[in-house]
């Protein structure tokens, strides 16, 4: 069965980062403490209220802002994250530790005056919390944006893409933009450099190529093609796993599926 694929026009591919870690350690610790109050209460035969349990356990859930936060602010003040300044480190965490105790603190009792009949003190619980949680925010916010910052950052790429190019055309060399090449593709000893209104020949390999132009945009789709996404307007299958795809020039380019792995964002 045919499958035709309309685009206007494919912009550069979106990275999703993945779910930072913070969030997974922090849903994953929410539901073991409520998991926790729930096998406390049945071995001490106490009531286990599902909505208070998950009302105080939001403690574990204003990390993820909090995190966010404090993330945010030592990247701009202490970019480089060095140990020798771990005492601006220690100051941002205890402040952001005392905030994620009152804002908890008041969220759990205006919650509280609104379900729960009576409501709970706002000195109890909030002397409760300083009590068993503040060495808990204090450590998280000090140690885990340290860790966090220097393992999972990524390297800032010092491989920047070309946006113009040089080719060679006789004795002369001429510079295009790489955004007005439309596909780059094989008639050797030579590749073919089309763009939107010229064809031009060129001594440099699609492997040359490859290495110069962002690869989230010229996408190798066949051993003698690459094409530039942008420019892509259809993709017709031919029901064996590979494509064709319309350019929006009017030229039909043969995807292979032995390339599936760098054209396949096109069929999303």
Same mark, same amino acid.
């Given at each position: 069965m045919e499958q035709s694929i309309y685009k206007r026009e494919i912009l550069k591919i979106s990275k999703f980062d993945k779910i930072p870690l913070y969030i997974i350690i922090v849903v994953f610790v929410f539901l073991l403490a409520v998991l926790q109050d729930y096998i406390f209460s049945s071995i001490q035969q106490t009531g286990f209220y599902i909505?208070?349990?998950?009302?105080?356990?939001?403690?574990? #859930?204003?990390?993820?802002?909090?995190?966010?936060?404090?993330?945010?602010?030592?990247? $701009? $003040?202490? @970019?480089?994250?060095?140990?020798?300044?771990? @005492?601006?480190?220690?100051?941002?965490?205890?402040?952001?530790?005392?905030?994620? #105790?009152?804002?908890?603190?008041?969220?759990?009792?205006?919650?509280?005056?609104?379900?729960?009949? @009576?409501?709970?003190?706002?000195?109890?619980?909030?002397k409760a919390a300083f009590s068993n949680q503040f060495y808990i925010a204090l450590l998280w916010y000090v140690i885990f944006p340290a860790i966090y910052i220097s393992i999972y950052k990524k390297p800032h790429l010092t491989n920047f893409y070309q946006e113009k190019i040089k080719l060679k055309i006789g004795s002369k060399i001429i510079t295009i933009p790489t955004s007005s090449i439309l596909l780059i593709s094989t008639d050797k000893p030579y590749s073919i450099i089309y763009t939107k209104d010229q064809k031009i020949l060129d001594n440099k390999s699609l492997k040359e190529f490859e290495t110069r132009l962002d690869p989230t945009i010229f996408l190798r789709v066949h051993r003698s093609t690459i094409i530039n996404a942008k420019y892509t307007k259809e993709l017709k299958s031919r029901s064996n796993g590979d494509y064709d795809a319309t350019l929006e020039n009017g030229q039909v380019i043969r995807l292979s599926r032995h390339y599936r792995g760098n054209w396949q964002q096109l069929l999303q």
């Open positions: 909505s208070e349990s998950l009302l105080y356990n939001t403690f574990w #859930i204003f990390f993820i802002p909090f995190t966010f936060i404090i993330n945010k602010l030592i990247k $701009i $003040i202490n @970019p480089k994250n060095k140990l020798g300044k771990l @005492p601006l480190n220690l100051g941002i965490g205890l402040i952001i530790s005392v905030l994620h #105790i009152l804002f908890f603190t008041s969220i759990f009792i205006l919650v509280s005056n609104l379900v729960f009949t @009576p409501a709970h003190s706002f000195s109890n619980i909030i």
